[in-house]
């Protein structure tokens, strides 16, 4: 079996001198999985490779008897997209080679070898700051506007378990297209809890796109189904109140003359 690392994930592991931060990556020693951890503070992590005990779980969230990389940071001031994607491919290739140490069989994922999808989706957006439906076009510029549309309604979120915050959520459009956001363009990345996904404390809802529950687990995404099952709610009661009693509306329902 191959074990294909995505670079994006290598990517959001890669981290700037600047930043005293770093990201590490830990393999399951099956060759099955791996989950990014970040960011780890310096100072911790040269506690870690101190110890040298690379196998035996570490003291920043990883799990026991997995193995951890260190993703070297990209030298810089200032955040630099064009270092921080040159050095991710080198700790991509320098992982895989680990790996092989290792006797896990490692590859390359399939997501674009240039340049993250996470950040495409941030130049693209940062670019037109806006919000479109893919039938009709329209188009919507604040998120709290595809929120407040009635006309708009979630209809899935779909999970990203490498990188939460590469999530998506996607709207149905009245005119029966669809509109999908970034989940990153509401919510901030957590960082304080870790991912369970996969593991035996995750009720996998994360792994069915139209399940819009929340989930009970203390894990890094579970705040991601919180905001959409309220998002879900949000739009129950604002059908509700468009019922002929309400005023709120003004007069753009109201018959004129
Ligand atoms: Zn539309």
New binding site residues.
Partial sequence: MTLRIQLKAIYRATLGTHTGNEGWIGVDPSGKAYHVIVPVDTQIARGVMACNRPTDGTPFGGYSNWIYFRCQPYDSDVEDETLRIEQAKKNLSSILIKLSQYGIDAQPGYDQPVTSQASINTQILAKIKRIF??????SWIHPHEVLKDP?LWLLNYRADVDDFNNGVYVFQ???????EVPVWVFIKPQVKTKSLAGLQACPGLCYYETSLKPCKATCEGSTYRTVAYKMTSRHARRVDSTGPDKNETGGKYNPVG
């Fill in positions: 439906c893919t039938r009709c076009h329209r006309d459009h009245a005119c029966g297209g669809k509109v």
